[in-house]
């Protein structure tokens, strides 16, 4: 779905250019699930407007669903292919109701009413949105707002959705449901790189990609980066407390493989 090789972007600041992402390597297949994170300003939110063709490379080579993202045209045309799920909910509403707003994105792909009404009441019953349909986008909830948002990408059909800290304003509950909303349409075989710098939802990706300075300094499985790797320590991470049981159990002699990294496995190693 994903191809980077050395891929770079730099941006003009007056006379200079500045290095924003320095030769980032990254794969993702179809139907993955990746997390990305890193601190502010490490580059996240520069690799996702590359991806979504809003950043042209500036070196190195990117394809994006077969794409090459170095073509303007094809830099248009990814996003049929790629949708992305903001952090602020109430920034990606331009509806009134919820079906106004699913509407929209599919008027603009000129969709005949009869597909579009089938597939807006489809993909709201699909967030659990089907009842308020009509209602008043103001009265929804920050979470019934970022499902709303997640409704408006599945309606376009894409291969590939990215959540830029979707959860990141959402209080815990709200926080749960938009994350489980996007492993269910993962396990339906939607590709998702999912951006957070929440420890528990790194703890359940399968695979984690860290960015710092604009570089890829990891990418690879959890255990790994919190059991067996120096890098959440060096960037001032603060381990979880299921991590930090782990790594007693860790000292104690217990395999890699052993090592709990939710509440839900530490129930079931101990």
């Given at each position: 779905m994903i191809r980077a090789n050395n891929l770079t972007l730099s941006l003009r600041d007056g006379q200079r250019r500045l290095p924003i992402l320095r030769d980032i390597s990254i794969f993702i297949g179809r139907g993955e699930w990746v997390a990305l994170t890193g601190a502010n300003g490490c580059g996240k939110s520069s690799l996702i407007r590359t991806l979504t063709g809003l950043n042209p490379p500036t070196g190195g080579s990117l394809s994006a669903a077969g794409l090459?993202?170095?073509s303007p045209e094809n830099r248009t045309a990814v996003k049929r292919h790629i949708q992305?799920?903001?952090q602020n909910p109430e920034a990606q509403t331009v509806g009134s109701t919820p079906f106004e707003d699913v509407a929209f994105g599919l008027e603009n792909?000129?969709?005949s009413r009869s597909s579009m009404l089938t597939r807006i009441e489809t993909v709201l019953r699909q967030v659990g949105l089907a009842r308020k349909a009509e209602a008043d986008v103001s009265t929804l909830s920050g979470g019934e707002r970022q499902r709303l948002a997640v409704a408006c990408c599945l309606a376009l059909e894409p291969e590939m959705i990215i959540f830029d800290e979707a959860t990141s304003m959402l209080d815990p509950a709200g926080?749960?449901?938009?994350?489980s909303?996007?492993?269910s349409l993962w396990r339906q075989g939607t590709?998702?790189?999912w951006v957070t710098q929440r420890?528990?939802?790194?703890?359940?990706?399968?695979r984690i990609a860290v960015m710092e300075e604009g570089r890829m300094q990891y990418d690879g499985d959890p255990r790994t980066l919190f059991y067996q790797n120096e890098l959440p320590e060096r960037l001032g991470w603060e381990p979880a407390p299921v991590i930090r049981i782990g790594r007693l159990l860790q000292s104690q002699g217990w395999p890699l493989h052993c090592l709990p990294l939710t509440e839900q496995e530490l129930e079931v190693v101990l």
């Amino acid at each position: 779905m994903i191809r980077a090789n050395n891929l770079t972007l730099s941006l003009r600041d007056g006379q200079r250019r500045l290095p924003i992402l320095r030769d980032i390597s990254i794969f993702i297949g179809r139907g993955e699930w990746v997390a990305l994170t890193g601190a502010n300003g490490c580059g996240k939110s520069s690799l996702i407007r590359t991806l979504t063709g809003l950043n042209p490379p500036t070196g190195g080579s990117l394809s994006a669903a077969g794409l090459d993202l170095r073509s303007p045209e094809n830099r248009t045309a990814v996003k049929r292919h790629i949708q992305l799920v903001f952090q602020n909910p109430e920034a990606q509403t331009v509806g009134s109701t919820p079906f106004e707003d699913v509407a929209f994105g599919l008027e603009n792909r000129g969709l005949s009413r009869s597909s579009m009404l089938t597939r807006i009441e489809t993909v709201l019953r699909q967030v659990g949105l089907a009842r308020k349909a009509e209602a008043d986008v103001s009265t929804l909830s920050g979470g019934e707002r970022q499902r709303l948002a997640v409704a408006c990408c599945l309606a376009l059909e894409p291969e590939m959705i990215i959540f830029d800290e979707a959860t990141s304003m959402l209080d815990p509950a709200g926080r749960r449901d938009i994350f489980s909303l996007a492993q269910s349409l993962w396990r339906q075989g939607t590709t998702v790189l999912w951006v957070t710098q929440r420890m528990e939802e790194l703890a359940e990706s399968p695979r984690i990609a860290v960015m710092e300075e604009g570089r890829m300094q990891y990418d690879g499985d959890p255990r790994t980066l919190f059991y067996q790797n120096e890098l959440p320590e060096r960037l001032g991470w603060e381990p979880a407390p299921v991590i930090r049981i782990g790594r007693l159990l860790q000292s104690q002699g217990w395999p890699l493989h052993c090592l709990p990294l939710t509440e839900q496995e530490l129930e079931v190693v101990l």
